[in-house]
């Protein structure tokens, strides 16, 4: 008895280590070779810590148990009839039961520009180009600058969810690193961070009051906010909203929500609801096909099972809930095995966090209560260091972070990857570091080298 | 007064820490934002090491010294008559001194080929494109042998320096780690790293008893030695020799040497010698221009002063001659300054260092003694963290080695980059985990997906 799960993100390792537990060969399939702790990309982003910090092969996860095999290949097309799944490469594999944990991706909304000018964060590799375009656009301020008349970079973020007010807050206390450690030369006044949402409060989805001391928090950290506002277009030069403004920026980043690719979603014979996700039973399986499940960001899970005919909300795409969702799934699929009964998914909401920076989070638990500020810090740090896979992660994490709060950080302010560094456009005054005459106006307006979408 | 350095690498770091001690402005200039550790370069291609533990940010290792400023920019063209250095995006640079040590790249020594289907490990970008397409060959080769009939991933080293000994060396351990601790299915016989030179032995620049050390050490790793093999040609299934030959390999890294790359170069009004090394006079200046100053890599500089009249015999492009040129031209240029006396360069020789793998190294030392062995590897371990850069890589650095020493290692082995996994190309025997009939044959001799030059 075989059983595939499709990704090793949250939902499928958590399924596949429970499954696991079962007399059953289960096959995980993944286009990548590691599996992405989420709720720290930005710090990759920001350049607080690195890609393997956040980053852990699924071979060495999955090590320990006898009965999983991995396979490294990309999932393009199911066929439920036969039962098997399509590879690229043209190769099919057939399974029992199929656990379809694929995830998400970044949503445009279809707002116009954003796959042009927009950087997303989901992927590590997103995270490291935010992170080469950030420490970009910062060199080429300071090379403005270079005639002891600083110049400035402007970060724009969109999305007020907790990755945005993470990501904000942590491009804040870059720029404060890369000022007062790195010797840029930056004008603070020209050198902003500004965090925009069509809501009129940032972290919409918790309670007012963490809405109200995030956003303080975040002031006090010289983020600009720009909330109730509508994007109409991203642009080279930044952002337009539908009230006609302006918002200026070398570095637009798009954390506004997230979308389903339909590559594979759209093999499967189910409808798809909000953001293009997979609407599934009660037990998270397909309707008319119960041995294929749909867990994580990629389903529709409805807090209530559907039998009850409860309302079509639906559960946030956070890893609490591909994690609760995957580890059901498992324990179906273990029971059907050995024909035991089946029960619906109920999921257990264990509250929600974010933290702004430097001894400034916030933890919401259900039933209201709040925690924030250096205990919500605390509480956030240790969390998220308990849920990291893998000891090695966790130790260099720890030092990473330790010496970054102790010490201000040696952080890995890399740029990677064959990035170009940029044009230097300073004019010289007195004591000339570039020579007045030999410069050549530059066109801002011009795409700039840098791994970004559209820029290549 | 003000000098300009060209290259953050160890020549140019260490002249603009020995010019900081003079009351000059000095400006280091570098296309990267950090300085590369070299020597541990095969670390990360082998997945033993993370980009961040031997890269550091330039600003990072300048910061305490006040009168230096990092330029983030290219260097394209010097105009000795004006003396300006004239930088990516058209501007000028002036300068009273200009040190040059913008270091090499590597050669193919016009073999057919190199540029397309082999990979040089010279930079950050390079190993993390080694570790991309090692990864992604080892991998295959498990998705090949899915159906329980282990298949074979080959990687090839061309060149028996202490580069291509110690790649080959680190290879063989992670292809071990990957099979005892990964569960990759690959059979040892098919699975083969094979080292290749024209020269008669390893580690040719050494000791005969050295390099039969290193010999003896590499084949108990079990790595193929093919020695005193010339190669006519690199193709997509591997290399041919001279004598006919074809030796097979998914994976072939060329570390056969390095060459000057002439853009910078050729600007300057001076001779080159071999490999494009830029001829100076004995104390490292160029002839008729004595404010300008080639060192490291770059420089073709014989162990004598060329007023001696010495053999045009070059010294070696290492870390110590790097660091020993910079540090000199910087006395010299202080000198200068306060109109002191200068002196010729005298390089001191430190010895030699390489290791084959764990509690496997050789330290050649000036007069012939030799150490090996685990006090050889101890020596080099020692060596190499004392040399690293910054505290916190050095601190990192420990705990990956330490980890990886005392339990097989939970490297880094992520295969990052936009890399689409190899098509799955598995027949199925009894338990098939991939369908038989479902398979297209691949074709081996099209180029795959991946970041290797030639290949995108």
Known sequence: MRVVVLGGGFAGLAAARRLAKAPLDVVVVDQRNFHTFQPLLY?????????????????TILRRYATIRFLHARAQAVDVDQRIVHLSGGSGLSYDYLVVATGATGASFGVPGVAEHALSLYTLDDARRVRNEVLLALEAADTDGADGDPGGGRVLVVGAGPTGVETAGALSELIDVAVRHDGLHLDPDLTRVTLVDIQSRVLPGLDPRASEYAARALRSRRVDLVLGAQISEVTARGVRLADGRELCAEVVIWVAGVTVDGTLASTLPALTGGGGRVLVRGDLSLDGHPEVYVVGDAAAVSPRRVEDGGPPRLLPQIAQVAIQSGDHVAR??????????TAGFVYRDRGMMATIGRRAAIAQFPGGRIIWGTTGWLAWLALHLVYLVGFRNRAIVLVNWAWRYFKWPSGPRLILGDVASRPVTSLSAQDPIVDRDAVQQPDRSTPRAGPAPGRR
Chains 1, 2 share one sequence.
């Open 43 to 59: 710090q990759v982003a920001t350049a607080g810590l690195d890609a393997s910090d956040v980053a852990y092969p699924i071979r």
């Open 332 to 341: 179906q699929i273990s029971h059907r095995a050995v024909d035991e009964p």
